[in-house]
């Protein structure tokens, strides 16, 4: 038993001396260095078993100041916890506060547009996807949206100015802080800068210079005018320039002025008519307008017969449908009419696609849906790209006669007019009929004057007899 006691003694007093030179061994890797080096906590044992080293004087880490020093003889567990304690936490600059609104992607064939207004003022607060700005192109109008919430802190760019896609427009500030709001009358330009007061020592010059008396020059009388000369019945008297007003044209009505006058330049157009007797169109109007109301939930007009009527001639016509490109002509295997519809801003011209396969519900349903977009602005590109023919109903604005001007790269374009009653025989009787003029311009290097009459007439007969298009007849 004594001899168990005494090997456990000496056992114990070895481990002791090991201990104290691990602890001599360790020491001056910890204070001679300010980063704990691998090697001294691989051979050092029995500081993992501590958790803890009593003379660290300063450990710098990454992203921390080095004056964040702890004192000497502070215990500080670099082991023990799976995460070194943060002492630094990221620092945010004052641009993060603030965003970009630039201009958005406008489409393929738009490279620039016109910031034709602004929607809101400096200090006004907006939401995500709120419109900022309009943006005029020559086809649409498009917004420019907020990225953010927050608010507008100033606008870079000027009303009139021409931009391109990413062009910055407006700064937004997400907290809002440092901005005042402007209202829309006060102009920057408008506030009038404070007059310096004259300094002290002017005036008092001012006071100490002699009043020298002078004598009055007596001015010349000035020589009476000669009257204005009598102008001669004969010549022509124009108004003053002051009752005239000079207005840049917006894009869309120069684009449309410039396709207006390039068609004329190149088609060779001509024009032919045809009246159409409306009565068994209007009746059959009248006859279910409200059951058509009631299953489709929109009114049944003239356009969707029209448009089908149009369909139907196009298949007899093929080539009302097609169109030149160089020293070759393209058929087109599929319709799409295009709807010309005026607007305040300008005439719009949207597109029924694969009209062939509509019925008179989902004609009269895209139509209404194109138009509310069309008064809008909200029409996109690609609802007025394309269209392999157009119908034009000038007869919603009064219209008798016209001669519509084709919309390239169309051949063909189809005027339809009011509805007037005239005195018309029918049947060897004079009666009242309510009767519509109807035009067809079209390109005749393409269409000879049979097709253009074959075409007008095929309108004419589904028109005024409906019942031809379920016969196929």
Known sequence: MLGVLRRKVVSSASSTSCVRKSLHTVRPAVTTSRIPSAAAVETSPLTRQCGHARNFSQLVLPGCSSNLRPERGAVINLWSSPTLPNWSRPF??????QVDAVVPFMGESISDGTLAKFLKNPGDRVEVDEPIAQIETDKVTIDVTSPEAGVIQKFVAKEGDTVEPGYKVAIISKSGEGVEH???????SEKAAPQPSPPAEDKKEEKAKPQVETTPVKEKPKESSPPPPKRSPTELQLPPRERERRVPMTRLRKRVATRLKDSQNTFAMLTTFNEVDMTNLM????DYKDAFV???GVKLGFMSGFVKAAVSALQSQPIVNAVIDGDDIIYRDYIDISIAVGTPKGLVVPVLRNAEQMNFAEIEKTINGLAKKAND????IDEMAGGSFTISNGGVYGSLLSTPIINPPQSAILGMHSIVSRPMVVGGNIVPRPMMYIALTYDHRLIDGREAVFFLRRIKDVVEDPRRLLLDV
């Open 92 to 97: 945010c600059a004052n641009s993060g506060d």
């Open 283 to 286: 009746q059959l109007r009248t």
């Open 377 to 380: 602005g909200s029409l996109s």
């Open 294 to 296: 009631e299953k489709h």
């Open 182 to 188: 402007v209202p829309a009358s006060e102009k920057p």
